[in-house]
Every structure is written in C-alpha cells, then in structure tokens.
C-alpha cells in the first residue's frame, strides 16, 4: 500500500504578464507620459522617485522602461549622417517658422 502525498499549495510565481496591481489602480498612463524625461533626468526627484517605487510594483512598466533605455543607448551611439546644404537649409526654416509661429 502506497502513501498519498499530501496536496501542497503552489507557489504562484511572478511574471511580467502578471502585474502586482490591477489594471486602472496603477499609473501606467502616467509614467508613459513622462519617461523620455525621466530617462533624461529631466524630472524633480519626488516625480522620479514615484516613478521609481511604481516600476518596482509594475513589471510590465519595468520591462518596457529598460526596452525604452536600450533603444536610447543605441540610438546615440549611432553616427550622424551628413546632411545636404539644401537639406540644412530646409531645416533651419523649418525650425525658425515653428518657433516663430507660437
């Protein structure tokens, strides 16, 4: 006669699909809003260290913020490519209209 194990409860184990908030009760809209600046270091340090605590609870924020840093690294590390005079010309009218026109 064979022993039967007792039943254990599983552990449920933390994925990013599985956030530790629900959805609506985090600021996920939020900090999409803010984290170019925050990448940056553009922003005061109580709205960082908000941002801070809610990536330590969000996973999926958490995830996307580290893809979002990457990207930013590679992106600076690349070389300018040259431009035209005419292009740089265009630009600059460019810019000097939209500043302009506010």
């Known amino acids: 006669m064979t022993k039967k194990k007792a ?3 599983k ?3 933390a994925t990013p699909s599985s956030p530790r908030h629900k959805p609506g009760q985090g600021h996920c809209l939020k900090l ?3 984290l170019s600046a925050y990448i940056d270091n553009e922003l005061p340090s109580d709205i960082c ?3 801070r ?3 330590g609870a969000c996973p999926n924020c958490e995830v996307f913020i580290l893809s979002l840093r990457q990207t930013v690294i590679l992106c600076r590390h690349r070389p ?3 431009l035209k005079s005419t ?3 265009a ?3 460019a810019i000097l209209k939209k500043a302009t026109a506010k």
Do not use: G, M, Y
């Open 91 to 93: 630009l600059r009218r």
């Open 80 to 82: 300018v490519p040259p």
């Open 32 to 34: 999409l809003r803010q």
């Open 49 to 51: 260290r908000e941002i």
């Open 7 to 9: 039943a254990t409860p």
């Open 11 to 13: 552990k449920k184990q």
């Open 53 to 55: 605590s809610h990536l």
């Open 87 to 89: 292009d740089r010309i």
